[in-house]
């Protein structure tokens, strides 16, 4: 199960730096709520978060990130299909080394089209922040 939750956040990540808001979107269970710090932010249709992933890509371009990865460092145990997945979140600038750019907290459900993101709690922990934390006003 880690494995494969780790490949899936990789291909996540991926779909945010390769533009692919649509398909990003479609892996969220709608309302979606993102708290970011102490602030919440719900999303109503895939394609009002498709609008915050673009500008999340626009900060992290602009700062000269080439690769955003991903590292899980724990995984709830699974309760009536339900659980929550620590994810460290990793800007790549071209010629330095991996920099962190969020924590987040995902809260992931089992449904019949695979896992979906329920929910999500992001802190921004790097300089970094400024930029993606004006993505969402």
């Known amino acids: ?6 490949n899936l956040m990789e291909w996540r990540a991926g779909l945010i730096m390769s533009g692919r808001f649509e398909d990003l979107a479609r892996e969220h269970l709608y309302p979606m709520p993102i708290y970011i710090g102490t602030k919440r932010h719900t999303f109503s249709t895939p394609q009002a978060i498709e609008e915050t992933y673009r500008d999340i890509r626009k900060g992290l371009v ?4 080439e690769k955003l990865t991903t590292r899980v460092t724990a995984i709830e145990v699974p309760r009536r299909g339900r ?9 790549h600038r071209k010629g330095e080394g991996p920099t962190c750019v969020a924590l987040s907290v995902e809260y992931m459900r089992a449904t019949l089209n695979g896992l979906r993101t ?3 709690d992001v802190k921004y922990c790097d300089s970094l922040d400024v930029a993606l934390a004006s ?3």
Request: charged share 10%; glycine share 12%; aromatic share 16%.
């Open 1 to 6: 199960m880690y494995n494969s939750i780790g």
């Open 118 to 120: 329920e929910m999500s």
């Open 62 to 65: 602009a700062a000269g990130v």
């Open 83 to 91: 659980f929550r997945v620590w994810v460290d979140w990793h800007a």
């Open 135 to 137: 993505a969402h006003g």
